[in-house]
């Protein structure tokens, strides 16, 4: 049985969780994170008046030259917006600013938190324009960004991969409850515990699950949420309205290839709301919905959950259809975040342009993987094929 350390610090205004299989290289895995978390933190943070974002926010509209780290975190923003038909869009800054979420998130739980005017619909991701070569940025249409809902869990991604890299151990890394594990993972898997808020005990209501790969990601309009103007507000910005989406679904939990798929995928269905389950469904993606009454939606293969007697609370027989698997195993490969409302998207990972292309503009795809240079497919790649985490009941 492999052995685990665990270490629990603050990181982005949230809970930030490191567990490492090799208790030895503890030291080691939190000085990774450590040092990536504050340059994820000085290139994308709202709240600091120092940190690139704050900087490209203010420039009104001239072009700013921006860091190669902060220029990723812009291009997944913009792949969010890609995928998800503009519903995960970065330009959602001054919306979240007029409905209170103008700083730091625990000075509004203090009761800080004064709404304005509803903002109306965003700029829209279309009026960011990067150019990964310089590398350099510009917002048109008086665009302001938020990076909250892609920048954590790309950071929780980064992390359990340098981790597993440079500390040649299994690793799993929390943000926020934004999982993203990397390495060789314990022999029975990670154990995590899905319920609406990532810090409530083993007691709150919920399901634990186990990930040998990928990454994990909820989101909730439950957690971060703040009261202005006799009003409950929370931070998922629906960019039709400007305004805090209205859902069906309190809390959404979904796993994919990565941390950031799952986010991407989890923050979308938040805003779809009744669409989100075939949506999820058809992009075969486990995920776990909870509507406002607690009642639990679940697709593509997430695990029942059990009763009091140890078996799934519903019947195995469609679990094992959708699995191929007996019901002990509980286990469902996922594809990669590939669903459009009306059109095929190429797959989600990272491209590049091709020979004499070094410029993206905001809705134009590169043209090959980085990671061995074939053309992305509606299917996946001509060659790498798509990566695929398993989720299982434990």
């Not at 340059?39 to 490209?56: G, I, K, N, T, Y």
């Not at 959602?92 to 800080?112: H, I, M």
């Not at 990067?130 to 590398?135: E, H, K, Q, S």
């Not at 305004?243 to 069906?248: D, L």
């Amino acid at each position: 049985m492999i052995s685990q350390a665990t270490d629990v610090f603050p990181a982005f205004g949230t809970t930030a969780v490191l567990v490492v299989t090799d208790p030895a290289a503890l030291g080691t895995a939190r000085a990774i994170a450590d040092a990536e978390l504050a340059a994820v933190d000085m290139a994308c943070s709202r709240f600091r008046p120092d940190s690139e974002l704050s900087r490209l926010n203010a420039a009104h509209g001239e072009l700013t030259p921006v860091s190669e780290l902060f220029a990723e975190l812009i291009a997944e923003a913009l792949r969010a917006a890609e995928v998800t038909d503009g519903d995960v869009d970065p330009t959602c800054g001054q919306a979240l600013a007029l409905a209170g979420y103008d700083r730091d998130f625990a000075e509004l739980e203090a009761g800080a938190a004064t709404a304005g005017p509803p903002a109306g619909p965003v700029p829209g991701w279309r009026s960011v324009w990067l150019d990964p070569g310089r590398p350099a940025a510009r917002l048109a249409r008086g665009a302001q960004l938020d990076l909250g809902s892609t920048a954590k869990a790309w950071a929780a991604d980064r992390c359990a991969r340098l981790v597993a890299e440079d500390a040649g151990c299994g690793a799993l890394v929390s943000l926020g409850g934004d999982i993203a594990v990397a390495g060789r993972p314990p022999g029975d898997g990670w154990q995590v515990r899905v319920t609406d808020d990532h810090a409530a005990g083993a007691e709150a209501r919920g399901q634990t699950v186990t990930l040998r790969s990928g990454g994990l990601a909820t989101s909730s309009t439950t957690v971060r949420a703040w009261t202005a103007g006799g009003r409950t507000l929370h931070h998922i910005i629906d960019p039709r309205t400007g305004e805090p989406a209205r859902s069906c679904w309190r809390t959404v939990s979904v796993a994919a290839a990565t941390c950031a798929d799952a986010n991407i995928a989890s923050t979308a269905a938040i805003i779809r709301s009744e669409l989100a389950r075939p949506w999820l469904a058809g992009a075969g993606l486990p995920a776990r919905l909870v509507r406002g009454d607690g009642s639990v939606a679940t697709t593509a293969g997430w695990p029942a959950e059990q009763a009091e007697s140890g078996w799934p609370a519903e019947q195995a027989e469609s679990a094992e259809d959708i699995c191929g698997q007996p019901r002990t195993s509980w286990s469902q490969l996922t594809q990669t975040l590939r669903v459009s409302r009306c059109r095929p998207r190429p797959a989600l990972c990272w491209l590049r342009a091709g020979p004499g292309r070094s410029r993206l503009r905001a809705g134009h795809w590169p043209r090959r993987c980085v990671r061995t240079g074939c053309r992305p497919t509606w299917r996946g790649h001509a060659r790498c094929g798509p990566k695929r985490p398993a989720i299982t009941m434990r």
